[in-house]
């Protein structure tokens, strides 16, 4: 993972010193009666934590942080970064964690998003799926590029797109506990190896699925009959003012569906604000459907772990209820709609799960005030 040095974390602490000195914690406008003014966000705590996260590595309570924003009612209330690893992740050598030097990271590096990827394919398929006239109920099989082939499949005519989105395609498939994953990224072509797994019945269970988001986008290239890099640079990554990104590609030139994306933490916050806004982006341009993020951002499976939306989680933080991308290593775009808010933390603590989780957790519920009735 290339990335590239910067200026030193003292100008951001500086900055939150600021912000902390001034009270500009408490000067959002709070014209919704379920939230006060000041009752999101603890500002001296989250002072506090940034200038922990700020200083040396033996003194920080959190390990590998390495951006924190923290946004609400539209208004940047923190954007930090810290020092830390560069480590990156080799896919087709079976998923292994390389070490990268220490660096300090800035606003204009990139960072490896993981899983947060496959967020964004469901919003690029809202897209899509608007220009095309479809809908999540689009049958998969006269998509496929090479569709004949798989037309006496038990799945060919029950599979659809929303079965792709919420993970409840049917095929065998263990990325967690087995080399499925590994296997995946060292195949010269992403959609045959989950096509020829054994299906075991579509929508009948929930199944964490890597392969699907990739066949996803190569299903959306097909429809799209343009290379979707292209087409998701004019429809998605400029109408938000993002310029400086990396998306790797499938071993067909697709771009990758699931992970492998690189981004700015600031254009991750510009992804939650889209969420936020219901497709919006600054109340001017309706780049995805209303009604897509809200089909997103709904229970779509109930899975043990939380509730599952098109590629995203559901959860629940100090009792507050919030939407989010999640990537491997820590990568976090949080979505709270009820409070208006968004959370972004990236660290560098890859295929180190549950630590990263428990540790962003943590981080928020020192950040976020427990709610109270009138909140929710």
Known sequence: MKLFAGRSTRILCQLLALIAGLGLLDT????????????????????ALVANLSGPGSQRRYREIHSLLVGYRGRLLAEAYFRGNSDGIDFEAGVTRIAGPEQDWTRDDLHYVASVTKGLTALLTGIALDQLGMDSRQQ???????????????????LRLQHLLTMQAGFRWDEWSATDLAELWRSQNFSRVVLARENLGVGQTWCYNS???????????????????????????????????????????????????????????????????????????????????????????????????????????????????????????????DLDAVIVITQGNYLNWPFYRD???????EILRPAKPADN
């Open 28 to 47: 959002c406008r709070a014209n919704s009666p379920s939230v006060e003014t000041g009752t999101l966000v603890d500002k001296r705590k989250l002072a």
């Open 140 to 158: 998969v099989l006269p998509l496929l590029p090479d569709g004949a082939t798989y037309r006496d499949a038990a799945w060919a005519q029950e």
């Open 211 to 337: 392969a699907l988001p990739n066949l996803l986008l190569t299903l959306l290239q097909s429809a799209l009959q343009q290379p979707l890099a292209q087409w998701a640079d004019r429809y998605f990554f400029k109408p938000l003012g993002i310029r400086h990104y990396r998306w790797d590609t499938q071993p067909d030139g697709t771009p990758e569906g699931a992970a492998r994306l690189y981004l700015r933490p600031a254009d991750m916050y510009k992804i939650g604000q889209l969420v936020l806004n219901k497709g919006q982006w600054r109340r001017q341009q309706q780049i995805v459907p209303a009604a897509w993020i809200e089909a997103m951002t709904k229970n779509q499976v109930n899975k043990p772990a939380a509730p599952y939306g098109y590629y995203l989680w559901l959860r629940e933080i100090n009792g507050r209820r919030y939407v989010s991308f999640e990537g491997d290593g820590g990568q976090y775009i949080n979505v709270f709609p």
């Open 359 to 365: 540790q962003a957790e943590a981080l928020m519920r």
